[in-house]
């Protein structure tokens, strides 16, 4: 698929200093396919490429942040270069800023905040916003948890600081700036007690013209998942999920039935006596089957993450109208302990899927290769190929020209015309007639069982532990 949408995502995400919290946050960000992803409250003083990695995966090979202050606060911008670029990032004391230029679209600011707690600092806040905008002429869109309220009605009690809601009034006043309508929830935040306070916290702003440049966005909120603000989800155009390839996950091997399973797949139609036919067969085959046999086993756990959430969803958008029963408050907070539970059966999986080489066919993404990088997977992104003039987009066309490149590049056998005499340069002669023998069946099993349990051999995402269990 083409990636030409453009969203953005915006989530405080209470802290990544824990696996789990790392691991539903990279849940989340394959979930939704945005190509700008901004987390507030990180917590974390230093992010390198392999925190990125972590929590927000390969595909966001460029990002900026502003670090926390002893384990406070925090901002993390990341986004795919194949689909955006951010540039002129200025790091203020609560806020960043950078230039959104998009593949295909206009061009715009975005500033990601973080406010502050006391009154002073929040002034100190809004000021610095001013004096930033003034250096950042041209469509602009804030975003982030400003932790102020705009209306009386953003909070779900009457304890309410009305001098700071002057304050926030006035700096949209003198910025000329209109509040995105949020789509799908009344309240952004909650406390999570008994009887929570709620408040809109979360939100985002724009320039006029930033809207007249993107008429139809749409801004949405998104189920708390393990936090207790919701995301906030921005979609400027629509865009098509792209096609998952197959994996071969680590656990179904501890599956009971998992023999039995693959030898119902391995199966491969008599007439086919190529041996390296036979075997393509036969691995696409038990790839087919197992992945159906692995979801009626285990489930989906995506999906299930997804559902949990959907009823979180509901248990947020319902303690706003309600209090909730003292049943559907355990169940609420089982559901948040599942999510993690759910992650943290994921992060075992992780290892496997990040230190394999993919080759993907077909792959509507044009991602043609996942390599290996110090035990980290990153992806390259191949938007289009020139080729004699002729720009390809299409997948089957890059992969025709990338073979039809190397065909060449590697050549084919023909007569010499010269030789070299080898004797006359009196070199010493090397006996190279074993290099013409053919692999035993030993040397391949040993190749195999010297390979780490979750590595995969090749690019059809069978790991070494199938071949040796299997």
């Known amino acids: ?78 986004w795919d270069s194949s689909r955006v670029q951010l540039s002129n990032v200025a790091i203020d004391t609560n806020f960043l800023t950078g230039f959104v230029s998009p593949r295909e679209g ?30 950042c002429p041209g469509p602009w869109l804030v975003i982030g948890d400003f932790n102020l309220i705009l209306h009386a009605s953003d ?29 799908g929830r009344k309240f952004t935040w909650s406390n999570e007690r008994e009887v929570p306070t709620l408040t809109k916290i979360d939100r985002a702003f724009v320039s006029v013209d930033w809207e007249l440049d993107h008429p139809e966005c749409l801004l949405q909120a998104m189920s708390t998942s393990a936090s207790d603000h919701c995301p906030l989800f921005l979609a400027l155009e629509e865009h098509l999920q792209p096609r998952r390839r197959f994996r071969f996950e680590l656990f179904w091997t501890k599956l009971d039935g998992f023999l039995e399973a693959v030898k119902e797949a391995w199966v491969c139609d008599g007439e086919i006596t190529n041996p390296f036919h036979r075997l393509d067969v036969l691995l696409r085959n038990a790839a087919k089957s197992l ?53 943290s059966l994921e992060r075992t999986t992780a290892r496997g899927r990040s230190r394999i080489r993919w080759l993907q066919e077909g792959d509507a993404n044009t991602t043609m290769f996942h390599m290996i990088a110090n035990g980290r997977k990153t992806k390259n992104f191949i938007p289009a190929l020139s ?32 030789s070299i005499d080898l004797e006359f340069l009196n070199l010493t002669s090397v006996d190279l007639a074993d290099q013409d023998l053919v692999f035993q069946e030993e040397e391949i099993w040993e190749v195999i069982k010297d390979m780490p349990a979750d590595r995969a051999p090749g690019p059809d995402g069978f790991i070494r532990i199938f071949f040796h269990k299997a």
């Not at 206009?106 to 003034?134: C, H, M, N």
Request: proline residues 2%; positive net charge; glycine residues 6%.
């Open 106 to 135: 206009p061009t715009w600011w975005l500033s990601v905040v973080y406010g502050p707690q006391s009154d002073v600092q929040k002034i100190a806040f809004l000021e610095e916003l001013v004096d930033r905008r003034a250096l």
């Open 387 to 418: 080729v004699q003039g002729q720009v390809i987009t299409d997948q089957l066309g890059k992969e025709k020209a990338f073979f039809e490149e190397y065909k060449n590049l590697l050549g084919k056998d023909s007569a010499r015309e010269h």
């Open 1 to 78: 698929m083409s990636y030409t949408a453009m969203e953005l995502v915006c989530w405080n995400v209470r802290g990544l200093n824990s696996p789990a919290k790392k691991k539903t946050l990279r849940e989340f960000v394959d979930t939704v396919h945005v190509a700008i992803i901004c987390i507030l409250e990180s917590k974390l003083e230093r992010v390198d490429q392999f925190t990125i990695m972590q929590c927000l995966g390969p595909s966001y090979d460029g990002f900026t942040y502003l670090p926390a202050s002893e384990t406070r606060h925090g901002i993390i911008v990341g």
């Open 291 to 343: 992945t159906a046999w692995g979801q009626r086993r285990a489930g989906n756990i995506k999906l299930q993450i997804a559902c949990a959430n959907l009823v979180i969803l509901r248990f947020d958008c319902a303690v706003e109208s309600r209090r909730l029963s003292e049943g559907e408050r355990w169940l609420r907070a089982t559901l948040k302990q599942l999510v993690l539970g759910l992650a």
């Open 155 to 183: 909070k779900s009690n009457n304890r309410i600081d009305r001098r700071m809601m002057g304050m926030l009034k006035r700096f949209i006043d003198d910025c000329a700036l209109k509040e995105l309508f949020l789509h």
